[in-house]
């Protein structure tokens, strides 16, 4: 039994993004970042020894100022990305947490200098228009995290390579 994964296990990204819902329509929250040449999630890695439930809160924070209580029930999915020919781009998995702002958290969001010069500002999306503003893979985890948070479906439905298990 080849046990070296064990031993020196190969890198691996986890990431934990929110799927922030406008409070009153069905408008996704996307950041606009430079150099991106697309909408983002807000989101980030995890650090090490941290979960996931706890970076989601910790960075949706960061990035937008506002506290933002997620609990496991949130955990809508949990996609897969293989590595691919970008540097950044490792293997890893994503948690995607869903969460509709009150008025007031909504009111309260905005790009934090913490967070980097590279957090420009944020739009709201309508779920059906992602595709203008986003990457197929992030309107496909997007769509899937909405849908399995409408649907009330089990915590955490997994998504590997595209297919939902």
Known sequence: MDRSNYISPPPRRIGAQAVLLHPQ????????MRERRCGWLPGGHCAPNESALVAVERIVRLQLGVAVPFSGT?????????????????????????????VEQAGLARPQEAAGPDL?????????????????????RIARAVEAHEAGAPVGRFLAQGLVA
Do not use: I, K
Request: proline share 5%; with cysteine.
């Open 74 to 102: 949130d955990l809508a999915v949990v996609d897969y990305s293989p590595a691919n020919r970008e540097p950044e781009a490792r293997e890893g998995y994503n948690f995607v947490f869903v969460r509709r702002l009150s």
């Open 120 to 140: 420009l500002g944020y739009d709201w999306v309508n779920v059906a228009a992602l595709e203008t503003v986003c990457l197929p893979y992030h309107v496909r």
């Open 25 to 32: 329509q069905d408008q996704v929250m996307v950041l606009r």
